[in-house]
Each structure stands twice: as C-alpha cells, then as structure tokens.
C-alpha cells in the first residue's frame, strides 16, 4: 500500500528530525490509518511531500490546496520511504514540536531514495495520487492511501521510460517504482495472490529496451529465463502494451543457439495453440509487435497469444482484471494438458533411470510424485527411505531453512546437491569459515580504501533470480547468530513470492552500487553441521527457525563399502527436473492436531522446549501436508502420529541443552505421557520411577523417535548433570 503525507512549511523542523531518527510521529492513531484499508504497517511506502507550492500562472490562491482537484497544479519534493516496523505506541519523547508536543503513535521507516521534484497538474497522472495529497493537507497532514493502480502504472512506464533511459540507470526513481510498488501492487491482486510470483525489470543494470511485468507459476517457470508465464510486455517505442502467454528465451537460446532456439519456440507454439485451442475475444494469435530485435523480437516469436492495448487507450483497471483473469485460466488449461501429456515413470524393478529431457513437458518439469522423486535417487545411487525424503521434502515445504545434522561422511552433503538437481535449483556450496563474524562474510563490503565492492561468500547468488539452493557447510564453526543475522531477522518476512524479507547488510550494499545486488526470489538454505570440540553451540534464537535433521549410519548393513554416486544420472543437459510439490498452507487446522500441540504446549511450559506461535503453526502445517503421503509412512499404524515423532523431534528437542534443571527433566516425562496417554499422567516420584516410565516408553512401540532421545537426554542429565541434544 502507498501512503502519501503532505509535510506543511510549519513542520518543516520536524521532518529533518524524523530523518535522522527515521521515525514519524503523529497525536492521534487514526492519523495513520484508512476506514477501508487499515493501518500502516511494515512492507508499505509512505510518500512524503514537502515544500508545496502552486504551480498555475497568476498568483497563488489564497486557499490552495483547498479548490477543488481538477483547477490546481502543484509541486514540490517527494521523499519515498519504506514502513520498516509496524504502526506502534511510544510515550518517550523523540522529537518536540514547536509548542512542545509530544507524538506517541508512531512508525519506524526508512528513504529508499533522494528527494525527487515531482508536479501534479489536472488531468495527469493519477487523480487518486492528487487528491490523497488535497485531503493530506485539509486534513492536518493525515498519511491517506491510494490503492494500487495497473492502469496508472502502465501509463507512468509508457510515459516516464523514454526519457529515464537518457539518465543514470542506478536508483532512479522510475526502476524502483516498477521494481516495488508494482510488483507489492499486482502481487496483492486476488488473482496474483498467494498462488503467483510477480516479478519486473526495467533493465539488469542499464536500461532494457522492453520493460516486462512476469506473472509465473514457479511449477511451470522456475525463472523468466525458462517455462512458460504470463506477462506484460511494454513495445519499445513505448506505443502499445501486450499480456502475453510467453515462453521463457534465454535458457533455450544458451543450449541451442538462437536461430534453432527460434525454430524450437515455433515448434512448441503451434503445440501449445492445439492444446488450448481457438481462443475467446480479446486474445490475439496475430504476432506481438514488440520490437525489431534483441530480446524483444525473442519475446515476440515465443508469443503463444495475447492482448494488445494502445497507449493512448487503456482500459480502466476492471477490465485490465478480466483479461488478467481469462490469460491466467488459459495458462492453467495450458499446464494442465502439458502434465497430462508427460510419460508415466519407469516401473523397472531394477535402480531405473532418472527421468530425461524426452520424457519432460515443454516446461522441463515432471509432475512430482514421491515414488518419481525416489526413483531419481535410486538412479544417482544415494540410500534414502521414502519416510526420510518425506521428511526431508515437508521440512523445506514449511520453511526455507532446514539443518542435517550428524557425522562427516553420511551424506549431508551429497544430499543438499541431489535435492537441487532433482528440482533443477541452481546449487551453491559454501564452505563457512571460523573466521566469520558478520554478514559482511556472505555479502561482501565496501573497501573503504578504493570504495569498490568486495565480493562475499554469496556472490554467485545474487546476480540472477529464479530458485537456487544454498548449502552452508559446516555452518557451525563460527556463530551463526553473528554471520547469519540477516537471514535470521529476514526469515519470516518474505512476500509476493519473496522467500525472504529485507536483508539490512545487502540494502547497504546497493546504496553505494551501480549495479544492484538480490537474493534469489526463491532461495533455499541447507546448513550442515556436525558437533566436536571445535564448533559453536546453536543459540534457541537459531534453532526456532530451523528444522533439524539428523543423519547416521543406524546399522552395520547400511555401510556403503563399494560404489560413488552416479552423478551422470542428473545431468542438466539431459536430466527433466521434477516439479516442486503443488502444496499450499490450508486455512484449516485438523482439531486432533490443535488439540496435540496445545497439550504438548502445557506439558513443556516453563522448560527450555516451550514454543510459541512460529513452532506451533509450522509443526500444524508440517503434520497437515504429511497425511497426503501416507504412503511414505506405511510402516506405522498411524501416519499421524509418525510426523508428530519427526516433528518433536526436529523442533522441540534440539532445545534442550546445558546443566541439568529439574524442570527440564520433568518437563520430557510429561511431553511422553501426554504422547503416549496410556503412561498415565502422574508426575513420577523418583529417578527409578523415571527410569521404568521411558522402559514402558520404548516397550510400547510409539513414537520411537522422541522416546530414543528423551531416554538419551534423561540418562545423560542422570549421569553427567549436563546434556546435549547432539
């Protein structure tokens, strides 16, 4: 959401203030709220507007703003800010007014660029954009929203574009409009929302011929580069608009060559238009004339339909949405019949081959299943039980951050580059150094000697988008709390297909750059870690984000003693990734699973293992998804109760570590007795009492897992008044 404030002459001083303390201020709560569209809140811009003036021959009006929209012009400075923290209340004082007063209602933000002259004249631009800026000012500098126009955005790059490519392409004003706000605004669009990643570009560090807004299922395009995707392309003479259903170009032009990549696209059009078949007014299959050459010639022969709008006659933003909302529901007809066209696996009883380029839909995706997704690692040659890729798969669906954890040499490794092969993720593997002490290590910093830019750990991730797995090796041998800081506070914060919020040590970054920098849109981190005297121990801030996954040889017969992986078997050049699994959150939470975890809640309140809203929702989400591969659990009675066994296991437990408490130890019984109600519900009156509790534990059968590393934890607190998880 955008806000516009108008700064009057007399709050001048206080403006300076708030830019130093990056705080503004307001006396009452509403100033900073909508009836219809709620509060600020983190995520939104807020458009300060200072040093108004009128713009009109003649004198000034003695009451401007306050004449009606359509018979003024105004101008002054514009200042874009991003809200970095929620609306909040503070009766501290940061800054006085003239007469003293004090502004308790708060929020926190931050200027995305330098102050730009902006003029608002009738009949230009958009008319909600001046008359938030009329009813700001007449209504003693209230913050007042202007919903998301793609209408007004179109018209604003058609208008803007021609003469931004005559000026600096680094932070100009234009490129972080398309870049954020229309990207924030379209993602929030009901058919964009929560299904969709909506990405645009301007230009990767010059200015672009043809600006794009991509709509994509990241199922079907892991990247622009690749797959098919819906997308607003603008001409190059900045003439007309195109919403296309396009094929990605780049990666088929570096593997072929452009003139057979060409043909290729041509051949793959004429597939698709069978497929769809004839299409409903206003789709086109006339050529999209968006440009003579370049890129924007490859975006138009790879045009399987579209709709074309003059500049001069945009419609209004309903029926921009009906034709956003017929070009999606033919994309999904679209991949729908690409899924039904693809091969069924292999059924050889012996290690099959992995899927191959042949056998792939024209997005270069198989339709996930568990038992495809097993075959592959049968092919590579990598052990893993259809419970454990289970287990494995769930921990990244729920969050983007997983830990392996266990001794060198089983595969921890190995398996992070087999996960992104089997999903056709870029892969990068960083080896952490004990020397690490800041996210200056992963990022890089300016040398304050020449003023260059030193590159990271991360630097091979942050110049292209699209999905990419991180594997952080050894992630433990410096303080993850200190190199990692940003991905911790970033963790719960992506939006609009963003894996991740904003990262503070990359935003510095770009501010000295001219070329900026970014996370992949869709980013995955694998940390591995094994325990010895020479590692950090992981702080409770580290472990309630992450999801542990322990790795052991657990008997002698599961001893590789001869053979190496065949990594052959997953070549890009021929290897068919498969789908990342279709799986979004449900509203719904099972009432067996709320009910578990709130009297897993009670049992561990007061202990080192008690969990707030973060673990609960993720342990729900994490048991939900679970029971739809029920064939994975086949050797439990209830599937159910194996994912809470994994999950306890992986989200609760690792936090019990150090001196022994009593509390501690009391706090494990009981989360056993409330998992295996037939243990009774009494708290045991000594060691030996404990002590026959855990034998009837492991006698019944239940929950091995968390009963395995209660009675470790149990007898290592017994015997040594210390323990570890690990």
């Given at each position: ?141 209230r913050a007042l929203p202007v919903p998301f126009s793609l209408r007004e955005a179109l018209s604003r790059i058609l208008r803007e574009f021609p003469q931004a490519r005559r000026e600096p392409f680094s932070r100009h004003p234009l490129g972080e409009f398309v870049r954020r706000q229309v990207v924030d605004g379209l993602s929030d669009w009901p058919c964009c929302r929560h299904r969709y990643v909506v990405q645009a570009s301007v230009g990767q560090g010059n200015w672009g011929t043809v600006p794009w807004i991509a709509i994509r299922d990241p199922k079907l395009a ?459 519900d009494g708290a045991p009156a000594g060691a030996a009492e404990r002590q026959r509790l855990l034998e009837e534990a492991k006698n019944s059968g239940r929950y091995p897992r968390t009963v395995k590393k209660i009675e470790a934890l149990h007898t290592r607190f017994a015997e040594d008044g210390y323990a570890s998880f690990w």
């Amino acid at each position: 959401m955008d806000w516009y404030i108008v700064v009057p002459k007399s709050a001048e001083s206080n403006f300076r203030l708030a830019r130093e303390h990056n705080t503004w201020g307001a006396k009452e709560r509403q100033q900073f709220s909508h009836p219809e569209w709620g509060e600020i809140q983190k995520g939104d811009r807020v458009h300060f507007l200072t040093d108004l003036q009128w713009a009109g021959d003649g004198p000034q009006p003695r009451e401007y703003p306050r004449l009606p929209a359509d018979r003024y012009a105004v101008r002054g400075r514009e200042w874009v800010s991003e809200v970095v923290d929620d609306l909040y209340e503070d009766q501290r004082m940061i800054w006085e007014g003239p007469q003293g007063e004090r502004y308790p209602y708060r929020f926190r933000f931050r200027l995305l660029q330098d102050p730009v002259q902006v003029t608002l004249r009738p009949g230009e631009g958009r008319e909600a954009v001046r008359e938030a800026v009329r009813l700001s000012h007449n209504q003693n500098s209230r913050a007042l929203p202007v919903p998301f126009s793609l209408r007004e955005a179109l018209s604003r790059i058609l208008r803007e574009f021609p003469q931004a490519r005559r000026e600096p392409f680094s932070r100009h004003p234009l490129g972080e409009f398309v870049r954020r706000q229309v990207v924030d605004g379209l993602s929030d669009w009901p058919c964009c929302r929560h299904r969709y990643v909506v990405q645009a570009s301007v230009g990767q560090g010059n200015w672009g011929t043809v600006p794009w807004i991509a709509i994509r299922d990241p199922k079907l395009a892991p990247s622009v580069r690749e797959g098919v995707y819906v997308v607003y392309l603008l001409a190059e003479d900045m003439s007309r608009v195109y919403l296309c259903l396009d094929q990605g170009v780049s990666r088929l032009q570096e593997e072929l060559g452009r003139p057979t990549a060409h043909g290729e696209l041509a051949r793959r059009t004429q597939r698709f238009r069978e497929q769809l078949g004839d299409p409903p007014p206003p789709i086109s299959w006339e050529e999209a004339m968006v440009a003579e050459s370049g890129l924007g010639r490859d975006y138009a022969v790879a045009a399987i339909e579209h709709i074309a709008y003059e500049r001069d006659h945009l419609p209004e933003d309903p029926v921009l949405l009906r034709h956003l909302e017929l070009m999606l529901a033919r994309y999904q007809k679209l991949a729908e019949a690409e899924a039904l066209a693809a091969k069924p696996p292999s059924q050889s009883s012996e290690a099959p081959a992995a899927p191959r380029l042949e056998e792939a839909s024209a997005f270069y995706r198989q339709p996930f299943t568990l038992s495809r997704a097993l075959e592959v690692f049968q092919a590579v040659g990598y052990q893993i039980s259809p419970e454990d890729l289970a287990h494995v798969l769930l921990a990244l669906m729920v969050r983007p951050f997983i830990i392996f954890s266990g001794p060198s040499g089983t595969g921890k490794t190995s398996l992070s580059r087999l996960l992104a092969a089997l999903f056709g993720w870029r892969f990068l593997r960083v080896a952490t150094s004990p020397a690490w002490s800041d996210p200056s290590d992963l990022f890089g910093f300016i040398s304050p000697i020449n003023g260059e830019h030193v590159e990271g750990a991360l630097h091979p991730l942050l110049s292209e988008s699209g999905a990419a797995l991180l594997c952080l090796d050894e992630f433990n041998v410096a303080k993850v709390e200190h190199y990692f800081a940003d991905f911790l506070s970033a963790m719960d914060h992506g939006s609009g297909g963003q894996f991740w919020g904003e990262m503070a040590t990359l935003d510095r970054l770009n501010a000295r750059r001219a070329a900026r920098l970014a996370l992949p849109s869709e980013l995955v981190v694998v940390a591995t870690m094994n325990f010895d005297d020479s590692v950090q121990s992981l702080t409770p801030r580290v472990l309630d984000r992450a999801h542990v996954l322990e790795f052991s040889v657990r008997a002698a017969e599961e001893l590789l003693l001869t053979g190496e992986l065949r990594w052959e078997a997953v070549d890009p050049e021929a290897f068919a990734p498969l789908s990342w699994p279709p799986w979004t959150p449900s509203e719904e939470v099972d009432p067996a699973v709320r009910e578990q975890l709130g009297l897993m809640w009670s049992a561990l309140q007061a202990s080192r293992g008690q969990f707030g809203h973060r673990v609960a929702q993720e342990v729900a989400r994490y048991v939900s998804w679970g029971l739809r591969w029920e064939e994975a659990f086949g050797q439990t009675p209830d599937p159910k109760e194996a994912l809470f066994d994994q999950a306890v296991v992986a989200r609760i437990l690792p936090k019990f570590h150090g001196t022994a408490q009593q509390r501690d130890i009391d706090a494990l019984i009981r989360l056993l007795q409330v998992l295996i109600p037939e243990l009774g519900d009494g708290a045991p009156a000594g060691a030996a009492e404990r002590q026959r509790l855990l034998e009837e534990a492991k006698n019944s059968g239940r929950y091995p897992r968390t009963v395995k590393k209660i009675e470790a934890l149990h007898t290592r607190f017994a015997e040594d008044g210390y323990a570890s998880f690990w």
